[in-house]
């Protein structure tokens, strides 16, 4: 086999691993948020799972190639690629779904090691472990260009994945397709370790003429500060990835996707700053990266830092720049090709860590998103340490640490101002504050999480009981509760915020609610009196809505209000032809379900609309101006029931509308879903 042969043996190995790597990401994630919710919490304890899985994949791809000769490691590393192959296909078993009770974070942990742990794991040794393959060899000078394709590839494998597998693909196309994919993979894989163990047996740089001094020099043994550099700056890049991502979708705009875009940035700067050095120029990211330090720290207190056209291109531009410099310098300061893989061990042990800090640790400690603005004091304090030998630069980052540090107590301070709650868990930070106003009757009580309000209550006990938000009487669940049967009517409600729909409960009926997150439910009963003042009787179940009702008896709902769908992280699996299955189990006849579809973001009405249709439902929509009301917001519902007359009841008749529908459109399943589809 000749040179470019080889060098194309070793880049296809590489890129194939670093491509099904990252496709399996959004793959296996997509399989297990419908039993979590469809919290976005969920993508963040992946990322921590594939972080830490990553560092065990490079720690062993440090040990073999410095302890094992080469015909030892070809033996270990294709046996464990046979072994692997026991994991596919890639499908996720059912007896994982929560009960409601454990602990999410650690259940999809222990899901994902059982799901793809051996093979994941393989596909992260296999770009450090090549490389040190590729330095024995005569070009091995060129080893980081191979970690830059890498990243290539991850980058290419993300992209992907949104805008070309999952529109035209099933989920258990798409586990079938990676597991063949992987198959393939291995297969390359053990031919590279197998040639390697025949070809090059040794290290061709040992039977090398004797070495330059520049050469010699390279490969001295790394300084300790080096290597507290190498675990740093690829921490605190990885920590504000996580930080940016859940402050630019949590409390800038809940956009779907918009998580791909930082992932997308950050793995380019791997590209660029490895590819070669002509792509970092201290003299351009130091200033540049300052002045996004304080604009970044400055807007987290301050209205840019919610104004979807100014904080969105602030943050990814400033998460851009930033991870340029992280990166850049932690590509200055790589060894020679003899401590490779000590130094990809020592990144992606910082990789991990910084993961972890935000991903686990970050929603038991802080009381709210405030990663982010440690993540820049940190950023700020890094670089004086890598700009050490210039006195007046050192004093300059100190300079910019104390500024973000003084920025993010003022936002500390601003979210304390009014909040009368401030906490934080698993499925985000929720926040309760009064709004003051005058005259005083008008002052209410707000439940927010993140940028999306969840339920607004008057504060004056006299007008506690009246409507708000997107509940009015006019709006598409106000008209299905008072088309109800006159007599006691049982009522499901999927999402509580503040409870604001107990308002609607009158003796003798029964409002059950649903509800994952245990927090809300505690807020609810304590800031809030919309369940104690109802004079319904009042059930709660904890836990994601489906799950509960697959494994409850037939409930007999009058109406099931789907109140779930405001923000990001749309819960996909509470919009497809098996939950709406699930749904009519549970109804009446002449039921009626009502799906809440207010967003700015989603189209959700038709793929309501179709799945209704897969199933022979009827379905109308109700737009709600709430003109009555200043306390009232523009709403859209969709109300669907079995029974054509039940919509055509008055009230929903006077604000039914039909639902236009694209031809072609495919009805949503558990098994195909597309959100980009449905994009305004």
Not at 20 to 25: R, Y
Not at 416 to 429: E, V
Not at 573 to 599: C, K, P, Q
Request: glycine share 8%; charged share 15%.
């Amino acid at each position: 086999m000749g040179r470019a042969g080889i060098q194309l043996l070793f880049a296809g190995t590489i890129f194939s691993s670093a491509f099904l790597l990252f496709l399996v990401q959004p793959l296996i994630a997509k399989q297990i948020l419908p039993w979590f919710g469809g919290s976005a919490a969920v993508w963040s304890i992946c990322m921590v799972f594939f972080q830490v899985v990553l560092l065990a994949g490079y720690a062993y791809s440090d040990w073999v190639a410095r302890h094992l000769r080469m015909r030892t490691q070809a033996v270990l590393h294709v046996g464990l690629l046979l072994a692997s192959l026991a994991f596919l296909p890639i499908v996720v078993s059912a007896h994982w779904k929560p009960v409601g009770t454990e602990d999410p974070a650690w259940r999809i942990l222990g899901l994902l090691a059982c799901t793809i742990g051996l093979p994941y794991f393989l596909l992260s040794t296999t770009g450090p472990l090549v490389q040190s393959w590729v330095a024995r060899t005569p070009w091995g000078a060129q080893v980081y260009r191979y970690f830059s394709l890498s990243n290539l590839a991850s980058l290419l494998s993300l992209l992907s994945y949104p805008v070309l597998i999952e529109p035209r693909s099933t989920l258990l196309q798409q586990a079938h397709g990676w597991s063949w994919g992987y198959g393939s993979f291995a297969l390359l894989c053990a031919g590279t370790t197998l040639y390697m163990a025949r070809r090059w047996p040794q290290d061709v740089r040992q039977q090398a003429a004797p070495e330059s001094a520049a050469a010699l020099a390279e490969e001295r043994p790394p300084r300790a500060l080096d290597c507290f550099l190498w675990l740093a700056l690829p921490a605190l890049a990885s920590w504000l990835l996580l930080a940016v991502t859940n402050h630019i979708t949590q409390n800038v705009a809940a956009v779907p996707f918009l998580w791909v875009l930082p992932l997308s940035l950050y793995l380019l700067t791997f590209v660029l700053c490895f590819e070669s050095d002509r792509w970092y120029r201290r003299g351009v990211f130091l200033p540049v990266g300052a002045a996004m330090l304080l604009l970044c720290a400055f807007g987290l207190q301050h209205s840019i830092g919610a104004n979807v056209r100014i904080a969105l291109p602030l943050y990814v531009s400033g998460l851009f720049v930033l991870c340029m410099f992280l990166h850049g310098e932690t590509a200055r300061l790589r060894p020679g090709p003899r401590y490779l893989t000590r130094f990809y061990l020592m990144l992606s042990l910082g990789g991990a860590l910084g993961g972890v800090m935000v991903g686990l640790v970050a929603p038991h400690v802080l009381a709210a998103y405030y990663e982010l603005g440690l993540g820049l004091m940190l950023t700020a304090l890094a670089a004086a340490a890598v700009l050490r030998r210039r006195a007046w630069l050192r004093v300059g980052c100190v300079v910019l640490a104390a500024g973000c540090t003084f920025f993010l107590l003022r936002q500390i301070a601003s979210d304390n101002l009014g909040a009368r709650s401030l906490q934080r868990n698993f499925y985000g930070a929720l926040q309760v504050y009064d709004m003051k106003r005058d005259p005083p009757s008008d002052s209410t009580r707000q439940l927010a999480h993140g940028s999306v309000k969840h339920g607004s209550q008057f504060t004056d006990p006299a007008r506690r009981r009246e409507l708000t938000t997107y509940y009015g009487q006019t709006s598409g669940i106000g008209r299905a509760i008072a088309a109800a049967p006159a007599g006691p009517r049982r009522v499901g409600l999927i999402g509580l915020g503040a409870g604001t729909l107990a308002v609607y409960g009158r003796s003798g009926d029964v409002y059950r609610f649903y509800e994952i997150n245990p927090l809300v439910f505690a807020l609810a009963d304590k800031e809030f009196s919309f369940l104690r003042g109802s004079a319904a009787r009042i059930e709660r179940v904890s836990g994601d809505a489906r799950l509960a009702l697959e494994r409850e008896p037939a409930q007999g709902f009058d109406v099931l209000a789907v109140d779930a769908f405001s923000g990001d992280s749309v819960p996909v699996h509470l919009l497809t032809v098996e939950a709406m299955d699930v749904y009519l189990r549970h109804m009446r006849s002449d039921g009626v379900i009502a799906f809440h579809v207010t967003n700015r973001f989603l189209a959700l009405a038709p793929v309501i609309a179709r799945v209704a249709a897969a199933r022979g439902l009827h379905a109308v929509l109700v737009h709600d101006l709430a003109e009555q009301s200043d306390w009232l917001h523009r709403t859209d519902w969709v109300l669907v029931s079995r029974d054509p007359q039940a919509l055509a009841r008055e009230p929903i008749r006077a604000g039914a509308a039909p639902i236009a529908t694209e031809p072609g459109q495919r009805p949503w399943t558990d098994d195909f879903n597309n959100l980009l589809g449905a994009l305004k």
